[in-house]
């Protein structure tokens, strides 16, 4: 460990005594250590994601640059930890004024201007004059998100519980860099088996998020916008993983930076204090859910009120309004990390909200077709799933004849999804996961298997 970490330190001097850029060649000649070219590019990118050094081009032109000081942030607590998705842009329509936004911040980060909290973003908002949601998209949403449930808050989803608690925990944390799979994640909130092979704190993630989802379903009636709901909301998703055993639950007074943006969140303590509770006030004068939703997903990462998990407290946030509604959940879905953290990064640089709900609108939608009451309204099957309908058939038997656990079913799904195109691999995976996850006694004959050979797997998928 100490090796790497002394050799991140030498590519990281390397790199910096080329202030205008240097090639994988200058750096290996310079390095003269037994490193192999590719081991030094995994560890160029590690510093990259870390927020040490920037990587423009691609392939022979690819260029390592440094990031000046002015640019070095402390206390780091909003990360990318994503790979670029160079399919994202066309998975999700952009806008023409998202694509422009995703353009600035695509920019290398050195051409981008720093920026501070600006504080007339929040105080010039309006509630129910001023919309970042326009009518149509309003009424599209409604369209989507209606259930035809009229009962108190929160009973559309205790119906669907058991699905969204994995839906919502999976794909919030697979946004914060979680490498648990679907599978890997059901199995830890349904039989609280964690697996060894990942970190203990990916595991207290999910559960976390297991805790906090329950407690905006089951106390539906009782929570809103306010200092109780969102500090317990906050607690519950931070808890074991702050150093500070006091931060959870606790709003911040200290400096924070965002890696890899120019914005500087605010330092003040009592300026954070009053613009929090101003946001609050704001989200309560709403009148549209969807709207409160959305403008949560905007403002609460952007005031970065608590020492961090500030992106996953607003995730779930963006739940509260359409759980109060009996509305269809927003699971996040299939939502590219890459364009997700562009959208925010638009948002702290520029106060530019397009790009992020393009992929809010997107998400919605998405979310909206996993759950039942929603796809029968809609009436369209899944493209993807559709063209991959033998594949993920023929899978699926093998898995359930030869009585495969979720572990091992887990591995035969990679090892099948290896033989498709590579931006097919990971919806691919998805796609057969959630249909194991969906089988029961009621829909297994199309897969042409007997009533007792479902039953021997169906015992081995639950040991």
Known sequence: MKNMKDSSSKLLEIVNSFPNGVNINEIAS??????????????????????????????????????????????????????????????????????????????????????????????????????????????????????????????????????????????????????????????????????????????????????????????????????YTFLNLHAMLANNLLADLEAPGRLRSMAVGITGSTYTPIAIPQ???????????????????????????VHLPYLQPFDDVNKRVSRLAANIPLIKRNLSPLSFIDVPEDLYFKGMIAVFEQNDINLLKDVFLWAYARSAQNYSVIRQSIGEPDLFRLKYRESIRNLITTIIINGLDSKNAQKEIKAKAEDLVEVDQEQFIRSVETELMALHEGNFARYRVSQQEFVNWQNNWKT
């Open 271 to 297: 300026l954070i204090d009053e613009y929090f509770d101003l946001m609050l006030e704001k989200t309560r004068q709403i009148e549209d859910p969807f709207e409160q939703s959305f403008f949560l997903m």
């Open 30 to 227: 310079v390095f003269n250590q037994d490193f192999s070219t590719r081991s030094i590019q995994r560890l160029l990118l590690k510093l990259s994601k870390e927020g040490h050094i920037t990587i423009t081009g691609k392939a022979r032109s690819t260029k390592y640059q440094p990031i000046s000081k002015k640019e070095t942030r402390l206390n780091t607590v909003f990360e990318f930890h994503n790979k670029t998705n160079e399919t994202a842009t066309t998975l999700i329509p952009l806008s023409k004024e998202g694509k422009q936004a995703h353009s600035r911040v695509s920019a290398p980060v050195q051409l981008r201007s720093p920026v501070g909290y600006q504080q007339n973003f929040l105080k010039s908002y309006r509630p129910n004059i001023d919309s970042y949601l326009s009518g149509k998209e309003k009424e599209q949403l409604a369209a989507l998100g209606n259930t035809g449930i009229d009962r108190p808050a929160g009973t559309y989803a205790q119906q669907i519980m058991n699905r969204l608690l994995i839906d919502l925990s999976w794909n919030s944390s697979r946004l914060e860099g979680n490498t648990y799979s679907l599978l890997d994640t059901e199995r830890l909130i349904v039989q609280g088996m964690a697996d060894d092979s990942k970190s203990a704190k990916e595991a207290q993630m999910i559960l976390n998020h297991k805790d906090a989802i329950e407690f905006i379903v089951q106390a539906a009636g009782d929570i809103g916008f306010n200092r």
